[in-house]
């Protein structure tokens, strides 16, 4: 499924608002997560359903710290390294809050963003967040498509980012990901690699893991919700050390790989092709 959301005007007013500025993305799904505040009988695998979707604004903000500025940081990336005549992927978008937050920022003409999400429910909810963000006034061409990110065909990309998403791919399918990124990516062009990391270390890795929950807790969510979270989410998103990331960047042909952003056991590289 492609998507194709048209906007001509240059001049377009930014939007303003939460989901670190995208008020498009916060606009639609305001929901209050409770998905996990009552004690589960079945706890099943976590999807990117309706549920979630619509509660997942809030579901990110609370869960992951530093999102926000992960978020807002990306449009400075867009400022700086979005290449004249060329593509922009925001791979796993959800709802749109990174390519917004790129969005705003690019000043070069010719460009296109291309979204891509496999959950359907992301992508449709996605192209309304858009659709309401040009009512404040277009930006440049958004093209969402609902498929897995591995399929994609990545071309005349300046940048890429992958935000908090190559954690849900299987592990023996990530250097394949990226090394296709690197292949389409230009001379210049910047790879954006958000991710929960693990750690070697037990104790950093119980220390992490402590303050993790900590501000989840600061952020309202009851231990049951953080348990019952933790059960269905642990065999869908397997998190890999800082180390066994800039390994796998620098195999795919990556240079000047750069842990640009931490937060606990949250982590973004930036990473270039030369
Ligand atoms: C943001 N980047 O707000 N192909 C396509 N999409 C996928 C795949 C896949 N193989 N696996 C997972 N997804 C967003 C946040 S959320 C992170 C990204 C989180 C999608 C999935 O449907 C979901 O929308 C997104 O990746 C991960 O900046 O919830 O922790």
Known sequence: MSKDINNSSPNSKPSSGSLAGS????????????????????????????QVVNVFPD??????????????????????YVQPNSTVYDLGCSLGAATLALRRHISVTGCSIVGVDNSAAMIDRCQQNIQQADKHGAGIPVVLECCDIQQVSIKNASLVTLNFTLQFLDPEERLAML???????????????????????????????????????????????????????????????????????????????QCWFQCFNFISFCAFKQ
């Open 23 to 50: 008020s498009a993305a916060a606009s639609i799904g305001k929901s209050q997560d409770k998905i996990f505040q009552q004690p589960l009988t079945h706890l099943v695998d976590f999807a990117f359903d309706e």
């Open 59 to 80: 579901m990110i903000r609370r869960s992951v710290p530093g999102y926000e500025a992960v978020i807002a940081m990306l449009g400075v990336f867009a400022g700086r």
């Open 179 to 257: 090394s296709t990124i690197y292949r389409g990516m230009l001379p210049g062009a910047v790879l954006i690699l958000s991710e929960k990391i693990c750690f070697d270390d037990s104790e950093q890795q119980q220390l992490f893991t402590d303050l993790h929950h900590d501000f989840k807790r600061a952020n309202g969510y009851s231990d049951l919700e953080i348990s019952q979270k933790r059960q269905t989410i642990e065999n869908v998103l397997i998190p890999d050390t800082l180390e066994q990331h800039t390994a796998r960047l620098s195999a795919a042909g990556f240079s000047h790989i």
